[in-house]
């Protein structure tokens, strides 16, 4: 069987052309294991700790800042099962267990994803605990403030001596009962 020029042009062209489309299939492999590589870049540098999950809420993967908020390495974690709800959408509060008597307090925000091909869920959960520190110790402060502020007040109307009106404080009584009798 001979093979006509025609014939040859066909088979060169046809084998270009698997060559140029196998180059094209590893540019594009090669893109995405860079991608997923990228991916998991982002996450394991997360400084918020990332959980995944499965749909029955059993850890898929963590991320070293999830490692070190809840006090588990990376072989302790995977397949246990997650101790809190995950509910996409929400933003939930939680409060982490540590070592003693201490806790911390986590924000947590989940969404619905897709993990080695099948539904997952992913928990983005962020330290909060100096936040609330503060916030807390901003509210005993105004507390404080109010509170000096009334003694203040009393201060500067009230003979501490005597414990009757000075006379900014018979002043103001007087402008009162001035201002009501009209």
């Known amino acids: 069987d001979q093979i006509t020029a025609e014939k040859l042009a066909t088979r060169i ?18 893109s995405l294991h860079a991608s997923d590589a990228n991916r998991l870049h982002l996450i394991e540098r997360n400084l918020d ?5 499965d749909e029955r ?18 072989a ?8 809190y709800p995950l509910e996409p959408g929400a933003r939930t509060e939680i409060t982490i267990p540590r070592h003693g008597d201490a806790v911390c307090i986590g924000e947590m ?11 997952a869920k992913l928990a983005s959960i962020r330290d909060v605990t100096e936040r609330r520190q503060s916030e807390e110790t901003l509210r005993q402060l105004s507390v404080q403030l109010a509170d000096a502020n009334q003694k203040l007040e009393r201060l500067a109307t009230i003979d501490e001596l005597t414990g009757v009106l000075n006379r900014r404080g018979f002043e103001a009584a007087l402008h009162r009962e001035l201002g009501n009798a009209l």
Do not use: C
């Not at 700790?49 to 999950?53: D, E, N, Q």
């Open 49 to 53: 700790a990332i959980v995944v999950t």
């Open 13 to 30: 062209a046809y084998a270009i052309d698997r060559q140029h489309m196998l180059r094209q299939l590893d540019e594009l492999v090669a």
């Open 109 to 119: 925000r989940v969404v619905e994803t897709l993990w080695n091909g099948k539904k």
């Open 76 to 83: 302790e974690f995977w397949g246990m099962a997650f101790a």
């Open 57 to 74: 809420g059993i850890v898929l993967n963590a991320n070293p800042a999830a490692e070190s908020l809840f006090g588990f390495d990376a």
